[in-house]
């Protein structure tokens, strides 16, 4: 009781020393410290795995579909493919769960890095080239999520 008490005085004494839109930004990185956000952390983490996944699966469904079968149905029928949808399915619900504990801002940057997942197992799986503009354009998107997360 008494520490809500000085937060509230503390809280009322830096309304009159700066103007809101100071204020708003230090609370908002004041409070990243908190509990809460180390549970967001874990969340993250959470979905930074279900894009991992998601490479895997992407990987899958570009074998199957290096793969020449003998009709058509056996194109959609076959373990790579069922098994890379189902990983779909599953980080679908894992995503669906864990935007219920982190800011809606961070899963499009966090969804991002399957990109670089991507092309780590395309060069390790499937032996495809690393190009220059492969490289480049993924060193963009860690950038991209490395000054969006500062």
């Known amino acids: ?3 809500q008490i ?4 503390s809280l009322l004494f830096l309304k009159k020393i700066f103007p809101y839109r100071i204020l708003s930004e230090f609370w908002s990185y004041y409070s990243g410290f908190g509990w809460c956000s180390v549970m967001n952390r874990a969340y993250m983490l959470l979905m ?3 894009t991992f996944f998601s490479a895997i699966s ?3 469904l570009k074998q199957s579909a290096e793969i020449k079968y003998k009709s058509w149905i056996f194109e959609y029928l076959n373990w790579r493919v069922i098994t890379a949808y189902g990983i779909f399915f599953g980080v679908l619900l894992l995503n669906t769960w864990c935007f219920t504990k ?3 801002r961070f899963g499009p940057v966090i969804d991002t890095a399957v990109y670089s997942f991507v092309l780590i197992f395309s060069r390790l799986i499937l032996k495809e080239k690393m190009t220059k503009g492969k490289i480049i354009g993924n060193l963009i998107i860690i950038a991209g999520i490395i000054i969006y997360t500062l």
């Open 1 to 3: 009781m008494l520490s």
């Open 6 to 9: 000085f937060y509230y005085k």
């Open 48 to 50: 930074l795995v279900g």
């Open 58 to 60: 992407q990987i899958l």
């Open 102 to 104: 982190v800011d809606m």
